[in-house]
């Protein structure tokens, strides 16, 4: 799925003599300004930065290509590296509909 809300659960789980800790990972919102974030704001949905697609031609890379970079802009952050775009969320507030549309 797209929503990237999970990590929620915080606690031990005892699997026969080993004790697993697990701890909840904390999604932010990228956009400057924004404060959302998951274990507060529950309501909300989280979305992966758009990916580029390269296995369906030309023109679908070049759109692509356009939609994250106008993403990018948005976000206003001049600081991340394009290896480390697979973890940049945006939350449900920043879209008209409340979530990414399809390309």
Do not use: M
Not at 22 to 33: D, R, S, Y
Not at 41 to 48: G, M, N, P, T, V
Not at 71 to 79: E, G, H, V, Y
Request: aromatic share 8%; proline share 2%; charged share 20%.
């Amino acid at each position: 799925t797209t929503c990237s809300r999970r990590g929620h659960f915080l606690g031990a789980l005892r699997v026969g003599y080993v004790s697993v800790h697990v701890t909840a990972i904390i999604v932010i919102c990228a956009i400057v300004g924004c404060e959302n974030q998951s274990k507060r704001d529950k309501e909300k949905s989280f979305y992966r930065l758009a990916s580029i697609i390269s296995h369906q031609g030309a023109q679908t890379v070049s759109l692509s290509r356009r939609r994250q970079e106008a993403w990018l802009a948005k976000i206003k952050r001049k600081s991340f590296l394009p290896k480390q775009y697979y973890n940049i969320r945006v939350c449900s507030d920043h879209f008209i509909n409340g979530s990414p549309s399809k390309l």
